[in-house]
């Protein structure tokens, strides 16, 4: 059975850091393509940052470049999500996905098993 359990989430004031960690097991994330979304209260989920299996190539929204960075460290089985420069916008609740094709990365359909998330709240 896959699990995916994030951690990390909390409160930080604008400007602050935050790392997020995605523990799983049932499955080699080496062998995965691991992604991040995120959903704000009434929004839609939003694709975050996903790195691709095999060759990880890394993709990120538009509106974190530069400022959130995506790495995994495969002995531990767990995808990171470091997050810098932290602004009110980014509050949601963000959860780990993993999917096995490399197609479409950036889109929530196809990604296979889902953690529970983790609340962000970014205070201004």
């Known amino acids: 059975q896959v699990q995916l359990v994030e951690s990390g989430g909390g409160l930080v004031q604008a400007g602050g850091s935050l790392r997020l960690s995605c523990e799983a097991s049932?499955?080699?994330?080496?062998?995965?393509?691991m992604g991040w979304f995120r959903q704000a209260p009434g929004k839609e989920r939003e694709f975050v940052v996903a790195?691709?299996?095999?060759?990880?190539?890394?993709y990120y929204a538009d509106s974190v470049k530069g400022r959130f960075t995506i790495s995994r460290d495969n002995a531990k089985n767990t995808v990171y999500l470091q997050m810098n420069n932290l602004k009110p916008e980014d509050t949601a609740i963000y959860s780990c996905?993993?999917?096995?094709?490399?197609?479409?990365?950036?889109?929530?359909?196809?990604?296979?098993?889902w953690g529970q998330g983790t609340q962000v709240t970014v205070s201004s």
């Open positions: 996905a993993s999917r096995a094709s490399v197609m479409a990365i950036t889109t929530a359909t196809g990604y296979s098993s």
């Open positions: 049932g499955l080699t994330i080496s062998l995965y393509t």
């Open positions: 790195i691709r299996r095999s060759t990880e190539t890394t």
